[in-house]
């Protein structure tokens, strides 16, 4: 009987105890968290769309009248269209249909020569692109890859069927938003110095007051790379819609999705933005790395890159509207799991959010993106690097997250031996 | 339950697991002192004689000692982009010509303060600025007096100090690994995180060898690319192929703590293939049959991460971290 007791008080522990550990491990639900997930990503490329569609807009205005004050307006509605696209970029590496779509919208950096007239610093054609100073506007025919090309009529189809990364080469950045950002800006010929590129709005004037040449031709490629970066962008937040192939892919599979949002989140924090886009540009000391390198709007193309990691983890993205999208959230699991880690990880996000916020205020204040790029300017390079270290230091705490959850198989997303598996028996 | 709290305590304060402390003790401290050791040479040899030529061999061996620790993309080589300083490659835009040419042209004085040289971009710093001064014929024909002399001292010295801090950096380092789980440890909570910066570290160099070492001159069928092999000016394209395999295999083994035949061999098979190779700069590559034998070497390699996958990862319970490389 005393035997009996003990063993049912120890089995009656023994279960609290678990009842203990499945309530920490409750938290919401994992399909609900991914709804969230692809919720936010709906909402990031309509919005994404309906700027892309204000600059459309105004692009078609500057075309049809081209003034000064309506070259501004296209470049403010460019800016604008950058908030939400850039807080989308964290869709990219998890999704295999976002990051074999992306180049075609957002690629960079780009041998601008390919497009239109560039200064004689520029040089010429390079080892790595025969095309690099191909200038498109200028010639209405020209041989690529030893075909003739007819560009008498340039369009969209044009642009991203036969020039869009002409002779295999990445750097040929036909179409997108990068695309678009030259031909409103110019070139940034200002080096470290402060200041964006200062294209004339007489670039697209008619007549004798057209300067640089092919003002026409140039309205043309402006307006079909415009045009092109709306079905892009319509294309893409369709994927996301109810029956979208993106969202069902991401819903198909809980841990598989959980994974998305984890690879998405920490390849874009570290091998890219704190790899690829801020920290190759400060060893560099060159504005040309810039992402923005023509508007000189790279502070915030970092700042909204990092807020859609943040918007990510914590289910939640203000639309361009200001209404807000929010659900269960990977936040919430994280902590059902291991309240240490998700503290850990959702501190280290929001100390993320601090340091790419001060880089914005300092270059808001004057002190912008390309002089902090300086050889030798110790401040800049602070503040550039203090946000590298932060997020290096989140990558960390996602991986520990993707740890507690359970869901690891994570890593190497996009790289080429993962995409094709199958190579080595081909 | 006590006995059972008290199993889960001891067991979360398990020592560091014998691979990483091997791979610590056996290859990552003497491949370190070895490069510094390497590039402290080049910098002496600078200083006696500072002309291409004569720099040459003592190149090839700083380079040679790279191979032995240009995997470990963590900790100090990360540390103020150090590993980008000490080897900027690939190089996509042609910013290391473009930058050396330029610091030639205009006589920039920084190469007359070497302790200053760090400030320089780092393509016109480290391992593949020397090798445009020594190989590039354009540039290698300088004599003792110009001011490629002292530009070829300024990058040596350079290159020597970075070398020598990395491996002052290391011995702060290591203790976080090998003390990984202690409390204060905030870089490394489990022996399972130390586990998994070197397995991600030796997958990342297998990574690196296939899709950019032999990748990038690869190109595709229509389109081969042998201009874009690395180091292929100081004719080490193929060579920092084998020595990095090599180098990875010692750290596979080290880092195993059970024997990993299906590794083993693909490595060998690896490199037996490469050793094999007549194609010093993958210059053969125009060629289909050149090409066919670069894409087999480069599905070995890949063969080989596969086999670490499925052999060291199942072990040690790890798979692979985010690393530095995996953006675009």
Redesign the interface.
């Given at each position: 009987m005393q035997r009996t007791t003990t063993a049912l008080v120890?089995l009656a522990?023994l279960s609290g105890l678990a009842a203990g550990a499945a309530t920490a491990q409750d938290g919401p639900d994992r399909k609900a968290v991914l709804t969230t997930y692809a919720d936010i990503a709906e909402a990031g490329y309509s919005d994404s769309l309906t700027k892309a569609k204000e600059l459309q807009a105004k692009v078609e205005a500057l075309i049809a009248d081209p003034s000064a004050e309506a070259l501004q307006a296209a470049r403010a509605a460019w800016l604008e269209a950058r908030v939400p696209y850039q807080q989308t970029e964290v869709f990219r590496?998890g999704n295999p249909i976002v990051d074999d779509w992306e180049g075609k919208v957002n690629a960079w950096?780009l041998d601008e020569g390919l497009i239109d007239y560039v200064d004689t610093s520029y040089g010429g054609a390079?080892?790595?692109n025969q095309y690099a100073a191909l200038n498109i506007v200028a010639n209405p025919t020209f041989t690529l890859?030893g075909e003739e090309i007819d560009a008498t009529e340039i369009t969209p189809e044009l642009l991203s069927d036969t020039l869009h990364e002409a002779?295999?080469v990445?750097?040929n950045v036909a179409t997108g938003y990068h695309a678009i950002e030259f031909l409103l800006w110019g070139q940034d010929l200002n080096g470290t110095e402060k200041g964006a590129g200062e294209r004339p709005w007489t670039d697209y004037a008619a007549g004798d007051d057209c300067t640089n040449g092919h003002c026409d031709r140039r309205g043309d490629y402006l307006k079909a790379a415009t045009d092109l970066l709306v079905s892009d962008l319509d294309w893409m937040a369709q994927q996301w819609a109810a029956d979208g192939e993106a969202r069902s892919t991401v819903m198909a599979d809980e841990n598989a999705g959980l994974t998305a949002m984890l690879t998405g989140m920490?390849?874009l924090?570290?091998?890219?933005?704190a790899?690829?886009?801020m920290?190759?540009g400060?060893?560099?000391?060159?504005p040309?790395e810039e992402h923005d390198c023509f508007s000189d709007n790279t502070y915030n193309s970092h700042y909204y890159d990092a807020l859609g990691v943040r918007n990510v983890y914590a289910g939640e993205y203000v639309r361009v509207d200001g209404s807000v999208v929010s659900g269960p959230s990977l936040s919430d699991l994280v902590a059902a799991a291991d309240p240490q880690v998700d503290a850990e990880l959702s501190a280290a996000l929001d100390h993320t959010m601090a340091e790419v916020g001060q880089i914005k205020t300092a270059a808001e204040a004057g002190f912008s993106y390309d002089m902090m790029l300086a050889?030798?300017n110790e401040a800049g390079e602070a503040l550039i690097?203090d946000a590298v270290d932060s997020l290096?230091a989140q990558?960390k705490s996602?991986?520990?997250a993707v740890?507690v959850l359970g869901v690891?198989?994570?890593?190497?997303?996009?790289?080429?031996?993962l995409d094709n598996p199958d190579?080595?028996f081909? | 339950m006590k006995y059972a709290l008290a199993l889960c305590l001891s067991l979360a304060a398990a020592p560091a697991s014998a691979g990483v402390a091997e791979v610590i003790d056996d290859q990552i401290r003497p491949n370190l002192a070895q490069f510094a050791e390497a590039t402290a040479a080049l910098e002496s040899a600078a200083e006696q004689d500072c002309r291409a030529e004569a720099l040459r061999p003592a190149y090839q061996s700083a380079f040679d000692a790279w191979m032995g620790v240009s995997h470990l993309r963590f900790g100090p080589m990360e540390e103020g982009g150090r590993a980008l300083a000490i080897s900027f490659w690939p190089d996509k835009r042609g910013m290391v010509g473009a930058t050396v040419a330029r610091l030639v042209a205009e006589e920039d004085p920084i190469a007359r303060t070497p302790e200053e040289f760090g400030e320089v971009s780092v393509a016109g710093r480290g391992l593949f600025a020397l090798e445009r001064l020594f190989y590039d014929e354009a540039l290698s024909g300088y004599g003792e007096d110009s001011y490629s002399c002292a530009l070829a001292r300024a990058v040596t010295y350079d290159l020597a100090r970075m070398a020598r801090e990395l491996r002052a950096e290391w011995e702060d380092y290591a203790p976080l690994m090998l003390k990984a789980g202690e409390a204060g440890n905030d870089t490394y909570l489990s022996d399972k995180e130390a586990r998994q910066a070197l397995y991600t570290a030796l997958l990342s160099g297998l990574e690196f060898t296939a899709d950019q070492r032999l990748g990038r001159p690869l190109g595709t069928f229509e389109r081969p690319r042998p201009e874009r092999a690395e180091a292929r000016r100081s004719g080490r394209s193929l060579r920092n192929v084998i020595l990095s395999l090599e180098a990875l295999e010692d750290m596979a083994e080290a880092l195993a703590d059970e024997p990993i035949p299906v590794t083993e061999e693909a490595f060998d098979t690896v490199l037996a293939e490469a050793r094999d190779l007549d194609d010093p700069v993958f210059a053969g590559m125009e060629a289909p049959t050149g090409r066919l034998k670069v894409e087999i070497l480069q599905q070995l390699t890949q063969a080989v991460r596969r086999a670490v996958e499925g052999e060291i990862g199942l072990q040690l319970g790890v798979t692979a971290g985010f690393n530095a490389t995996d953006g675009d």
């Open positions: 120890t522990a590496f950096p390079t080892d790595e890859s002779d295999e990445e750097a920490g390849s924090s570290y091998g890219e933005q790899g690829e886009r920290k190759l400060v060893m560099l000391n060159d040309e050889r030798g690097m290096v990558t996602i991986e520990r740890g690891e198989r994570i890593g190497f997303e996009g790289s080429d031996s190579a080595v081909q | -």
